[in-house]
């Protein structure tokens, strides 16, 4: 699991190079103040705008201090796999005080994508023509989650008691902010749902937007009066301004599938501002379907479709030669004497295919790579312990 603490998408074109510092800043939310990893001294970071085919190299020099890593969300990189990020995945986790030089390569993506932190709970743009008219202006919008408590607190808190984790203290749009637009022009809005946890409803107030891409895929353009979006997904959105110029709320707010999980219940506001009307205060919230409104959320999920035309064609192989079957779950496992915090005094874990994954000591993409090899300070029995499905379950 992974935490929001920053994104960028910084403004490079052909092969270009960065620096990003990781460092601890203090930070004031919800009226208490507390340190936060940022990059560069920003949340949310800093934005990079890149074209298809552009290669960056990007150094994190960690001056926080705990591990780290960064992932790039969704870029393919394709034959690439050292730079994507997960700790213990492709790398190990970049300690206080040194430097990790990741090459980034864009290949076919196209539309939003996001950067993230992924050690624990600590978790971009590309763009090239746009297959609709070209918007007058674009904007990053950004929902985040908040805990008042110190993140890495409430996950060594959440490890140890082995139950759910506590909800947050409030949902963020990009911090907090104001879109302001001119009436009769068409803005693009790059959503990102950056929370931990939550998969969020969004919606504007008296306005429907039109989707027209996803994950860095342009879609089958739709129009619609709200959006559901994962954690960790990007949605595309166009806004007209074709309504009364005036001031209106931006709103977006969790949506919970279980019946019984406890979940953050505020609603987190931003404002459209049309030019020109700076004076009366927004009135009503946009109608959002109810945080358990299963149908809104499926409804709107299950309209995206891939955009299919001749520059984007979609090449899905049709023969099938291997059927592979794979069961994602969260299981309870027992504790001594049900003392665990997660129901009936046990203890939550994921699964795929009912096996479980403990952080091994080496990350896996090196014990891969090296796994015929003596040298390295690897001993042969941890990687064969490794692939010979030896993790601790
Ligand atoms: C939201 O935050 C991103 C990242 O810092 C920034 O690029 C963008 O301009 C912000 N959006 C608005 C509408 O202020
Ligand atoms: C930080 O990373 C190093 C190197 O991978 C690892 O040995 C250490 O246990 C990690 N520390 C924590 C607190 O996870
Ligand atoms: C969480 O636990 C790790 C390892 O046990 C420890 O290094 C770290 O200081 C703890 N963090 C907090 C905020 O308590
Ligand atoms: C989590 O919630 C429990 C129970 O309400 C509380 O005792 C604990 O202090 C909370 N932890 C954090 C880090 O907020
Ligand atoms: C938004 O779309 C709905 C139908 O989905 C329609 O009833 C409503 O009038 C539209 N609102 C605006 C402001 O265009
Ligand atoms: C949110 O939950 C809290 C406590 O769980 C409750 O007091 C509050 O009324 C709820 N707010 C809304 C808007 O449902
Ligand atoms: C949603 O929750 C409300 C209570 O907050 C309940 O009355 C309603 O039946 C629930 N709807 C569904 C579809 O579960
Ligand atoms: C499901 O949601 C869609 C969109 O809001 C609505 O048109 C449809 O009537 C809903 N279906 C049910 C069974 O509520
Ligand atoms: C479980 O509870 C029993 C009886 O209270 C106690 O004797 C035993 O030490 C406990 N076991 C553990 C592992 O805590
Ligand atoms: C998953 O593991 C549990 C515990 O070992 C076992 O009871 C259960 O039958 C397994 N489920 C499947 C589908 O293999």
């Known amino acids: 699991m992974s935490s929001i603490l920053f994104y960028v998408i910084f403004l490079l074109f052909f092969s270009c190079f960065m620096r990003s510092k990781v460092e601890e800043t203090p930070y004031k939310r919800l009226c208490s103040t507390k340190n936060i990893l940022t990059v560069n001294g920003q949340f949310p970071g800093p934005t990079l705008y890149a074209h298809a085919g ?25 034959r690439n796999p050292w730079s994507d990020g997960p700790e213990y995945i492709t790398q190990c986790p970049i300690q206080p005080g040194a430097t990790f030089t990741q090459t980034i390569i864009f290949s076919s993506e196209e539309g939003t994508l996001w950067w993230h932190a992924h050690s624990e709970w600590d978790r971009a743009t590309v763009h090239a023509t746009y297959p609709f008219p070209k918007p007058h202006a674009e904007f990053p919008i950004i929902l985040g989650e ?75 353009p739709f129009s619609t009066d709200y959006v559901t979006i994962s954690p960790g997904q990007t949605i595309d959105l166009l806004l007209n301004a074709d309504q009364i110029p005036n001031n209106y709320y931006i709103a977006a707010k969790a949506y919970v599938g279980g019946a019984v999980v406890p979940y953050d219940n505020t609603t987190t506001t931003a404002i459209l501002r049309y030019h020109g009307n700076s004076n ?16 809104a959320s499926v409804h709107f999920t299950s309209k995206l479709k891939s955009l299919a035309d001749k520059n984007h064609p979609v090449d899905v192989p049709h023969k099938i030669t291997t059927h592979l079957f794979f069961t994602l779950s969260v299981n309870l496992i027992p504790c001594p004497n049900n003392s665990c915090a997660g129901p009936l005094g046990r203890r939550f874990v994921a699964s795929v295919n009912n096996i479980s994954f403990v952080n091994p000591t080496i990350d896996i993409l090196q014990a891969y790579y090296y796994h015929e090899m003596t040298i390295r300070c690897i001993s042969m029995d941890s990687i064969s312990t490794l692939w010979d499905g030896g993790l601790e379950f």
Request: glycine share 6%; net charge neutral.
């Open 146 to 220: 908040w805990w008042k408590k110190d993140i890495g607190q409430l996950y060594n808190e959440t490890i140890q008691s082995g139950g759910d984790v506590n909800t947050s203290s409030a949902f963020l749009i990009n911090d907090t902010f104001k879109l302001i637009v001119d009436y009769g022009k068409t803005y693009l809005l790059r959503l990102i749902n950056s929370a931990v946890q939550e998969m969020m409803f969004f919606a504007i107030a008296n306005h429907n937007v039109t989707v027209v891409g996803s994950d860095a895929s342009y879609t089958k």
């Open 54 to 78: 552009n290669t960056i190299v990007v150094e994190v020099c960690n001056k926080g201090n705990r591990n780290i890593t960064i992932h790039w969300h969704g870029v393919k990189q394709q």
């Open 280 to 295: 009366s205060a927004p009135t009503a919230l946009p109608n959002i379907p109810s945080h358990n409104d299963t149908n």
